[in-house]
Nanobody
Framework: VQLQASGGGLVQAGGSLRLSCAAS????????MGWFRQAPGKEREFVAN????????YYADSVKGRFTISRDNAKNTVLLQMNSLKPEDTALYYC????????????????WGQGTDVTVSS
């Protein structure tokens, strides 16, 4: 599976962005998908994940109620809608895929996109 993340950019605090992750391959619906982020000088952290069907999602406490993860298996795409953005959301955002599971820890994911940069100004 190859992943291509896009949609990052510069936004003011309180604004919104929608990140997209496009996946190649015919078995996309066998993968749990996750979004992670890494700010300069910090460790990679979990943001949200979604199971193979889209029926189960999980969020980090820091983004709960502001971010929404979704997927469209017909289009091999995962989205991360980010609302009410804060300066502390500034990071490089990665999408990742895990075969037949939906883990929380980044080390358990099998494939990674290249990252898309999100900067939130105060």
């Amino acid at each position: 599976v190859q992943l291509q993340a896009s949609g990052g950019g510069l936004v003011q605090a309180g604004g919104s962005l929608r990140l997209s992750c496009a996946a190649s391959g015919r078995t996309f619906n066998r993968y749990g998908m996750g979004w992670f982020r890494q700010a300069p000088g910090k460790e990679r952290e979990f943001v949200a994940n979604i199971n193979w069907s889209g029926g189960a999602t999980y969020y980090a406490d820091s983004v709960k109620g502001r971010f929404t993860i979704s997927r469209d298996n017909a289009k091999n795409t995962v989205l991360l809608q980010m609302n009410s953005l804060k300066p502390e959301d500034t990071a490089l955002y990665y999408c990742a895929a895990a075969y037949t599971r939906t883990p929380l820890h980044w080390r358990e994911y099998d494939y990674w996109g290249q990252g898309t940069d999100v900067t939130v100004s105060s």
